[in-house]
């Protein structure tokens, strides 16, 4: 599925609903490849899905939080290099989710920036 639209039109709040929807009903995994996200942004991301029990808080443990999202940036400030292998490190994350029985769905934003 391709996701396309402006800035500021909530493509991304769409993919965290989803995340939080797979982890919370479904009890899947996810994985979310930001290529060329700004540093903010991958941050905000972060601590967003630890204040919705979507990923443990390191600082904080919760035994009863398990994390279900696995986030993989290659941010604008990074190398080409780098930033382009963030989809393939995120589908290499999301295989081995499948290679351990689990529902798995991988989110690449912005799939325009790995071209």
């Known amino acids: 599925i ?3 639209g402006g800035a500021g039109v909530g493509k991304t709040v769409l993919i965290q609903e989803l995340i939080n929807n797979v982890a919370k009903a479904h009890g899947g995994y996810s ?4 290529v060329g996200e700004r540093t903010r942004e991958g941050n905000d991301l972060y601590h967003e899905f630890i204040e919705s ?3 443990a808080d390191p600082h904080n443990p ?5 994390s279900k999202c696995a986030l993989v940036f290659g941010q604008m400030n990074e190398p080409p290099g780098a930033r382009a292998r963030v989809g393939l490190t995120g589908l290499t994350v999301a295989e081995h989710f499948r290679d351990q029985g689990q529902d798995v769905l ?4 912005n799939i325009f920036r790995f071209t």
Do not use: I
């Open 2 to 4: 391709g996701l396309f």
């Open 31 to 34: 994985v979310f490849a930001g």
């Open 53 to 55: 029990k979507v990923n």
């Open 62 to 66: 919760d035994p009863s939080v398990k």
């Open 106 to 109: 991988f989110f690449v934003d």
